[in-house]
């Protein structure tokens, strides 16, 4: 194990008598939580050129440093670290900078690190919204509406989706078979759908159902378990969501 551990930290941009301080501190904050042991870790200076934070390692922390650094370095990142080199990433894309992170040790040897890609990272292509044909499968939570068109909430495990229409036609059908909470639906129709640049996935924005057919039961523990799951479903501030789900379910309720 060395007796010594220095880690140089450069910022593509800036010079250290141009970089505001509180861009500076916002660095180091997050630089320090990718390290860890921050009681064993200091700051030792700043070198010139491009912004580069020097950082060294108390001897008795070094292993730990070490291994945190060789996680971070890994195929398979703790979810705890990577989002702290994510944030050093994304402050330096915002600086239209890169950056990266090297390991000096007791013979002043260097090793690289880490290297952030930061304003060189891919950016992720725009589709716009789409529109296509497909279907939907969930359990219906909520059906209402005032006019010709009647509004649909869905459940499906833990996501909800809204922005669904249909004809008052076919929401009596929906009704009328007993699938508000209870049983699970497949719609069919036309949706628009955007894609999320963070997680690459399809959101979707609008849905016309045009027919569907029924699926399953849905036990009422599992309904209220996944709808208080839900994002948006308003199901998690409910005082006893159980005598709700019964009571809609035995039609002394709506659901608007």
């Not at 915002?94 to 992170?101: F, I, K, M, P, V």
Request: with cysteine; proline share 5%.
């Amino acid at each position: 194990m060395p007796k010594r551990l220095t880690f140089k930290f450069t910022i593509g941009a800036f010079k250290p008598e141009t970089i505001p301080m509180s861009r500076l501190s916002e660095y180091m904050s997050d630089l320090a939580r990718v390290l860890g042991e921050p009681s064993s870790v200091h700051f030792s200076g700043i070198e010139s050129g491009s912004t580069v934070l020097r950082v060294h390692v108390d001897t008795e922390a070094i292993p730990k440093v070490t291994r945190r650094v060789e996680q971070a370095n890994s195929g398979v990142v703790p979810e705890e670290i990577k989002k702290h080199l994510d944030a050093l990433d994304q402050r330096l894309a915002e600086d239209n900078a890169t950056g990266s992170l090297a390991a000096y040790t007791d013979d002043e040897a260097s090793a690289l690190v880490i290297a952030f890609p930061g304003c060189e990272t891919p950016k992720p292509i725009d589709y716009g919204v789409i529109r296509e044909r497909g279907t939907i499968d969930g359990v219906p939570y909520s059906i209402g509406g005032r006019d010709n068109t009647v509004h649909i909430q869905l459940l499906d495990g833990t996501k909800a989706y809204t922005g669904i229409d249909l004809s008052p036609g076919l929401a009596i059908e929906i009704s009328d078979a007993k699938c508000l909470l209870r049983r699970a639906v497949r719609l069919h129709g036309e949706g628009r759908w955007q894609r999320n640049p963070e997680s690459g996935k399809w959101d979707l924005k609008h849905f016309k159902v045009e027919s569907f057919e029924i699926l399953k039961d849905a036990p009422l523990t599992e309904m209220v378990a996944e709808l208080r799951q839900a994002k948006g479903s308003g199901w998690a501030d409910l005082e006893d969501p159980h005598q709700v789900l019964r009571d809609l379910r035995e039609g002394e309720d709506s659901v608007h």
